[in-house]
């Protein structure tokens, strides 16, 4: 079975401008979240998606934004980049988000992105 | 207070040897605790996972859990050099996870 998926594999852009970001779960997976990593650093909780609706939110500003489809597959979406931004961006999957215990979940190749 | 620490490392073992890597968490609703492995440049990899306090084990990894102390930690018997990467350590509250910095082991041939 395929794992996630996650593309463009890298990306380079500009301060200001903006970049979408996808990611497709495993099958049967219905739940989506995305991580920021910088180096030297863990991954940091942007979002989490079950089922089409936002489940969670991290500290980052407004100028992140996220959506899942019906297929489960979803997008990270970054207004206004800043230097700061560049990072490696994870999408993890799991078969859904527990009230009691959290599912495992698993993280695609992730996808680099720079900004100059 | 950070909301997962982790020992600082690197930590450098020699082949054979075990390789002991530890965790602490400051939220006492933490449900379920997680050990990833990533390799320089690679996303991380679920390599254990363990919801109940005690030991659970998988292969070469013991994972072991003491929620009274809040701490989480990982046994890396008779490491190999393919087990040299960073660990890290998530802990999760409902949806979130929350990692550790990580820390980094190195297998001496």
């Known amino acids: 079975d395929a794992g996630v998926t996650q593309s463009p594999t890298h990306l380079i852009k500009t301060r200001g401008q903006h970049v979408t970001l996808r990611c497709s779960p495993i099958s049967g997976h219905k739940s989506v979240s995305w991580y920021q990593q910088v180096l030297g650093q863990g991954p940091q909780f942007i979002f989490q998606y079950y089922e089409k609706e936002e489940r969670g939110r991290g500290n980052f500003p407004d100028r992140f934004s996220a959506r899942q489809f019906p297929n489960y597959s979803s997008e990270l979406n970054v207004n206004a980049l800043l230097l700061g931004d560049s990072a490696l961006y994870l999408c993890a999957s799991s078969l859904g988000t527990g009230a009691t215990v959290s599912y495992e979940q698993y993280f695609g190749p992730g996808t680099r992105l720079t900004v100059t | 207070q950070k909301e997962v620490e982790q020992n600082s490392g690197p930590l450098s073992v020699p082949e054979g040897a075990i390789a002991s890597l530890n965790c602490t968490y400051s939220?006492?609703?933490?449900?379920?605790f997680f050990w990833y492995r990533q390799y320089s440049g690679k996303s991380p990899e679920l390599i254990m996972f363990i919801y109940s306090n005690g030991d659970k084990e998988d292969g070469r990894f013991t994972a072991q859990l003491n929620k009274a102390s809040q701490y989480v930690s990982l046994l890396i018997r008779d490491s190999q050099p393919s087990d040299s990467a960073t660990y890290l350590c998530a802990v999760a509250n409902d949806y979130k996870l929350s990692f550790g910095a990580g820390t980094t082991v190195t297998v001496r041939a």
């Open positions: 939220d006492r609703g933490s449900q379920s």
